[in-house]
């Protein structure tokens, strides 16, 4: 079995993507959107992080954290925040994917790919590049041909607040270029 490092920062920043299991299309359902604000918001009060940016697509998110000065226990966060969702999702209605003898035996439900996609940020343009990649997410997807047309997504609230033009990253303005950024990592 692979062994995964992971690069941990007290105080650090982090972009992470996080993926359904068998890239099943629950997470922007009405029951799929409330069952991860309610999971993050039960995590965050015990396990405080500034969720400075985030995407929901259909069978994925990303996101970026600031964690609290000496704290680097993402992982905890990420454990704690599937099975919130996987608790309320199962009891709200939902259904799981295929559960093979190998989740079975790790006890594992069929709602989460087991792992997730982490990248610590180095700093203030790494930052910005995975901001704007963040954002531009559901364009490059093809749901939509500007990111203030999807509903789901932190960017309507960095328009609000100035750090983005609301025409920002449209179609007819031109492909964003991210050939910096490992995308294949972050599917």
Known sequence: MSRYLRYFVPGGMYFFTVVTHERRRILTTKLGRACLHDAIETVRARSPLDLTGLVLLHDHFHTIWTLPPGDADYPRRWRRIKEEFTKAFLQGGGQEGT???????????????????????????????????????????????????????????????????????CVENGVLDFSDLDETAME
């Open 99 to 169: 559960v093979s003898s190998s989740r079975r035996k790790r006890k594992e439900r069929g709602i989460w790919q087991r792992r997730y996609w982490e990248h610590t940020l180095d700093d203030e343009g790494d930052f910005e590049r995975h901001m704007d990649y963040i954002h531009y997410n559901p364009v490059k997807h093809g749901l939509v041909k500007c990111p203030r047309d999807w509903p789901y997504s932190s960017f309507h609230r960095l328009v609000k607040e100035k750090v983005y033009p609301e025409n920002w990253g």
